[in-house]
Structure formats: structure tokens, C-alpha cells
């Protein structure tokens, strides 16, 4: 997740499927062995070796339950604070009507399906009400092409959702660049540091 958020082509109206995604990896492991768990059951139950990753394991009677509560501790904790990252979820569910793969496959629930969260986005950006309402009209045509013809006033609507980072990732590296730029020897607005 945190690769896909500090990428460069990052976008609000991915966010909330790599969200869920996640999300319901957290769920699965706290019962279901990921791969590299498995790698460590697999090499403890080899009864010769006892090691992964060049560290003894050693084992005791209670281990097996303890470990089972300690991990699912661990996954409700981690869980619980990827929420709080992300508490506009109801601004990223109201964007993901935008992307199509999160359309329903049934087209007469498709016809029904985003007007409301266009409307409520239009709301969040300013957008007047008249505009608002050409933006769902937009929005129907949007879904009816399968996402190929995006009217004008829609477009102006998916131009503000562009401009808003995912994460601080961008913010951080334009710090990172302007750092490189803003040296002890060019701070200084003199004769000598400007002509270098």
C-alpha cells in the first residue's frame, strides 16, 4: 500500500480499491497464513532444521495458542490504525463512482449507480447547482459509453479530483528538490552566489 500511495501515479480515484484491497488482505491473514508465514510454520515443522532465516525457533507448549492471540492482537491493532490514515472514506466512496471498475455489472443497477456521490462531489468542490446537475447528466453519458466520452463540465470536475495528492508523498519531493536548490551558497542573494 504505502508503494502505491507515495508513487507518482497515485490517484484519488484508485485509492479506495488499493483501501479495500488491503483491508481485506488484514482480514484474511489474521486467520490464513500469508506466504511468508507459511514459510515459517514450514520450516519449524521440518524437525531437523528448527530454523528460518538463520534464527533457532524454539517452541514451548503455550506457544502455539499465544502466537495465534498475540497475531490476531497485531492485525486488529494494524487494522484499526490504517482506518485512522484514511478517515474521508465518505469523500473516497463518493469518488470511487468515478471508477469503472467499481461499477455494478447489472446495467439497469448501472444506470442508477453514482448519481448521488456526482451531486455530493460537486457539493465538496463548489461547483454551483446548475453546473452540478449538467455534471450528472455528464456523469450518465460517462457510464453509458463505458467510461469513453467525458462531457466538459464532467471533465472540470475530474481535473479538481487530479490535483488532490493521495499522500504527502508529492509535497515531500518538492521539499527533497527545492533542498537540493537551497544551498548555504545560494541562499544569499549577492553578486558572487548569483552568478554561479
Known amino acids: ?37 507459511a514459510k515459517f510454520f514450514e520450516s519449524y515443522d521440518d524437525k531437523n532444521e528448527h530454523h528460518y532465516k538463520g534464527v533457532q525457533i524454539v ?13 490476531r492482537q497485531f492485525l486488529q491493532s494494524l487494522s484499526d490504525n490504517f482506518e485512522q490514515r484514511f478517515p474521508a472514506a465518505d469523500f473516497l466512496q463518493a469518488v470511487s463512482c468515478l471508477n469503472s471498475q467499481m461499477w455494478p455489472q447489472d446495467p439497469l ?12 462531489l460537486s457539493k465538496y468542490f463548489g461547483i454551483p447547482s ?52 537551497h544551498t548555504s551558497g545560494r541562499h544569499k542573494l549577492l553578486v558572487h552566489s548569483v552568478i554561479c
Open 130 to 181: 446548475s453546473e452540478a446537475a449538467v455534471n450528472v447528466v455528464d456523469y450518465g453519458v460517462f457510464k453509458q459509453t463505458g467510461g469513453t466520452v467525458v462531457g466538459k463540465s464532467l471533465k472540470h470536475l475530474l481535473h479538481c479530483l487530479d490535483v488532490l495528492p493521495v499522500s504527502s508523498a508529492d509535497c515531500e519531493r518538492g521539499f527533497s528538490q527545492m533542498n537540493l536548490y
Open 59 to 71: 517452541q514451548n507448549d503455550r506457544n502455539p495458542e499465544k502466537f495465534a492471540k498475540m497475531r
Open 1 to 37: 500500500m504505502s508503494l502505491f500511495l507515495h508513487g507518482n501515479n497515485a490517484t484519488i480515484l484508485d485509492a479506495l480499491s488499493h483501501i479495500d484491497s488491503l483491508k481485506t488482505k488484514l482480514v484474511a491473514i489474521k486467520t490464513e497464513n500469508d506466504t511468508s508465514l
Open 109 to 120: 443497477k448501472r444506470a442508477l449507480f453514482g448519481d448521488r456521490s456526482v451531486a455530493q
